[in-house]
């Protein structure tokens, strides 16, 4: 069983950035791929960023390429988001989860996921 944690979130303006951490509870976090999902009030969850268990790869949704970095720290079991050039459209609560299948956009290959974090962006 892995327990997820996330911090970080807040209210930013249009541009700012933001550093989110997905903090687990057991040391064989390193076993499993994590991902990063987002839910916008009236929409479904979707697929931000991705990482492997090692760290040496990651996969990113187009919205988001070019100015979010996935990265992780397995000595600390945590996975980080960090947020740049962020826009309105951002705005959702930022989930973490971790699973088995590495590099998968699908949030039916997640077996664990936190609670989530809010984060808005002003305009």
């Known amino acids: 069983q892995v327990q997820l944690v996330e911090s970080g979130g807040g209210l930013v303006q249009a541009g700012g950035s933001l550093r989110l951490t997905c903090a687990a509870s057991?040391?064989?976090?390193?076993?499993?791929?994590a991902g990063w999902f987002r839910q916008a009030p009236g929409k479904e969850r979707e697929f931000v960023a991705t990482i492997s268990r090692t760290g040496g790869g990651t996969y990113y949704a187009d919205s988001v390429k070019g100015r979010f970095t996935i990265s992780r720290d397995n000595a600390k079991d945590t996975v980080y988001l960090q947020m740049n050039s962020l826009k309105p459209e951002d705005t959702a609560v930022y989930y973490c989860?971790?699973?088995?299948?590495?590099?998968?956009?699908?949030?039916?290959?997640?077996?664990?996921w936190g609670q989530g974090t809010q984060v808005t962006v002003s305009s």
């Open positions: 989860a971790a699973g088995t299948y590495s590099g998968s956009p699908r949030p039916s290959d997640y077996v664990y």
């Open positions: 057991a040391r064989t976090f390193s076993a499993y791929a």
